[in-house]
Each structure stands twice: as C-alpha cells, then as structure tokens.
C-alpha cells in the first residue's frame, strides 16, 4: 500500500501476454443459439381417431430453430447509443493558457479546472514516439564512410538477416559479411560513431526479447522508437514560443499524457487542492 509504483522484472513478456490476451478476448467467434434437441423430446403420437397410435420419427420432425430474445436486441441497442460521442466531442483537445516557464524545466499552463504543469520533454518524447510509429515520420539514415564490423553470435547474425528489412526501418543498414560478423554501412544520424554498436546490439536484445510472438517485428520497432524518441527530445532544448506548436502537436496524439515509460506529460493542480492548500472554504 506504501508504493505507488511497481516494476516488472521482465516488462517484454508482461506486455506480450496482456496483448495476446487483448487479442484472444476480442477475436471475433461464433456462437451458436442453444436449439431444442430432438433427441430430447418425447415421441408423438397420433390421436385414437386416426386408428393406432404410431411413433412420428424423428426424420419427420424438424428441428425448432429458436431466434434471441427482442427485448435483449433492444436493450443492447440502447447501450450502444448511451456510448455514442460526436467526432467534435472526441477530438476537441483542452484549451490551456501559456503562463511562462518555471525553471527551465517545466511549463505552466492555466486550465479550465487548475494549474497544469507540462513536462515539455515527456511531451516531445511522445510526439516523437507516434510520429515514428505511424510512419509520420522517419528515422533519418546517414551513410558511414568506413563500415563499422560487428562480430555477434551466430543466433543474433541469423536474427539481423532474417529481420533486416525491419532493423532498415530503424536506421540501419546491414550486411552478413559470412560467419558471425556483420557491417554496418549506414546508422541513424543523431548516433555518434562510438554508439553504433551499442544501439544496434541493444535492438538485437530487443527482437530476442520478443523473439517467438506473432508481433516480434512491430514490439521491437516499439523499443527502439522509445529509445529514439529520448534522444531527439534532448537534442534541441524547448522555448516558451514553441509550447503554442507542442501542445497542438501532443493532442493529436493517441495517448497524450503520457511519454512512450509511462512517465506524465501533464500533471494537475486543481483549483479545489490549491483552495485548501491555503485553507479556503
């Protein structure tokens, strides 16, 4: 009860397992309305006007086919419509007043409810993220005048190749140069020459984490973007005059209080909280 957060050892396979989950909860299946089975029934038989009694067969009788109740189809059509939300109520972002910055390291906005301090790096982070991850936007490759040589172990080698269309979309530029070495003939941009080989090998870690899930190639792209994202969103710093374009940019996003850890964007102070922060009624 004393902590508000918990980590998982193995974040990778908690996520693989929730979507799978996701994923079989909302497959669609066929369900099958429970009919009247002749087996069940008793035999009928004919009335003592039409001479003996005799067994109708079970060939002359057909099935009953039983329909869903109306009143259930009704119900569910108005639960339906309670749900409905009009396109411009869903994609009508909050309005904020810009109030300055505090300390170079977070904004302060005037909401409709209360103070709101946005993390301007957490929000770059998660317009980057979904730029990347849409397509939006591409991570930028920059040829290298001398191929950089990586030596890994034959599983990685085979993974790279069997993956290289994918690590391309990251960046990279990869060739089997035979046995367990690799060259690596162009990188993404904002990588100095001396984190090449760590960031490509922290995306071979990344596949073999997901290695065997049916999304191995789109949760891999998922854990380099992040970490992409990180780094073009400390490369240039962040103005008051450009908090106007961020915030437009952020609530476009899917999940726009969020960076891509989980970590907030926006955080709220209520008017409610301040008022009994200064012990007003």
């Known amino acids: 009860p004393a902590k508000r957060e918990v980590r998982f050892a193995e974040p990778a396979q908690v996520r693989i397992a929730i979507l799978d989950a996701i994923e079989e909860a909302l497959r669609p299946k066929e369900v099958v309305a429970p009919g009247i089975s002749v087996q069940q029934r008793p035999s009928l038989q004919l009335g003592e006007n039409e001479g003996s009694q005799q067994a109708v067969t079970e060939d002359e009788v057909e099935p009953v086919k039983s329909s869903p ?18 396109p411009e109520e869903a994609s009508k972002p909050p309005e904020f007043r810009i109030l300055g910055a505090l300390s170079k390291r977070y904004a302060l906005l005037e909401g409709d409810e209360g103070l709101v301090l946005l993390e301007p790096q957490a929000a770059r982070e998660r317009v980057f993220y979904e730029r990347l991850i849409n397509d939006q936007g591409e991570i930028e490759s920059q040829g290298l005048l001398v191929p950089v040589l990586l030596e890994l172990d034959v599983r990685d080698v085979d993974l790279l190749m069997r993956f290289r269309e994918h690590f391309d979309q990251a960046g990279f530029a990869l060739e089997s140069f035979g046995g367990q070495t690799v060259t690596i003939s162009a990188a993404p941009s904002f990588l100095n020459e001396n984190d090449i080989k760590r960031s490509l090998i922290d995306l071979v870690d990344l596949v073999i984490d997901r290695d065997g899930s049916s999304r191995v190639k789109k949760l891999a792209y998922e854990g380099f973007a992040s970490k992409v994202s990180y780094v073009l969103a400390r490369q240039d710093g ?16 899917d999940l726009p209080y969020c960076d891509p850890a989980g970590r907030p ?17």
């Open 69 to 86: 109740p109306e009143n259930k189809i009704a119900w569910r059509h108005e639960e339906q419509k309670e749900l409905e939300v009009t």
């Open 238 to 253: 962040w103005s008051e005059s450009s908090l106007s374009g961020l915030l437009d940019d952020l609530f476009k996003c």
């Open 265 to 281: 964007t926006l955080v709220q102070i209520s008017f409610q909280e301040l008022d009994r922060k200064f012990g007003k009624s």
